[in-house]
């Protein structure tokens, strides 16, 4: 396992943009909550501690993965935010249903990318367990909604620096 023995959810604060006037979006699936809330209170506070007020955080609960390309466009049509953040887990079950819900989840998130002017930031884990998704948001290998938020200032800096 590549994450095995690691916590990948340490960043250095003094290297990271300056966030305190952006606005990001955080679009949680409700399926999978114990893991959902996870990775949410793993971004939130990311944000948070990198100079967000928590005004300028907008949240979204949307039914379950699926459902995060549809919730993000909402925001990024109804909101001025700097970068969206799609939060959701599917595991894998006995069907190839997984496979249709990644790769759907995974095609709607690039083509927001491809389609506005602000970034759409996946973290949805796709573990083959609950286990496996309880080490990555918050347990032993750290909290991968910290990496969304983290990869969500870069990305809004990159945007603000390049594009605007």
Not at 52 to 69: H, K, M, Q, W, Y
Not at 74 to 90: K, N, P, Q, R, W
């Amino acid at each position: 396992m590549a994450t095995a023995n690691k916590n990948l959810s340490n960043y250095d604060k003094n290297t990271m943009p300056n966030a305190s006037s952006m606005r990001f979006g955080i679009v949680v699936s409700e399926w999978n909550e114990e893991i959902t809330e996870g990775l949410f209170n793993g971004a939130y506070e990311t944000l948070l501690d990198l100079g967000v007020t928590p005004d300028n955080i907008i949240r979204e609960n949307v039914p379950g993965s699926f459902e995060l390309p549809f919730g993000a466009r909402c925001i990024l049509e109804s909101e001025a935010v700097d970068a969206v953040i799609t939060i959701g887990v599917v595991i894998q079950g006995e069907t190839r249903h997984f496979d249709f819900v990644c790769d759907g989840v995974t095609q709607g998130l690039v083509q927001l990318n491809h389609t506005y002017n602000a970034p759409t930031i996946f973290c949805v884990l796709t573990d083959m367990n609950i286990e496996q998704s309880r080490a990555r948001s918050g347990g032993e290998h750290g909290n991968k909604g910290v990496e969304a938020a983290v990869a969500a200032v870069k990305m809004a800096d990159l945007r603000r620096r390049r594009l605007r």
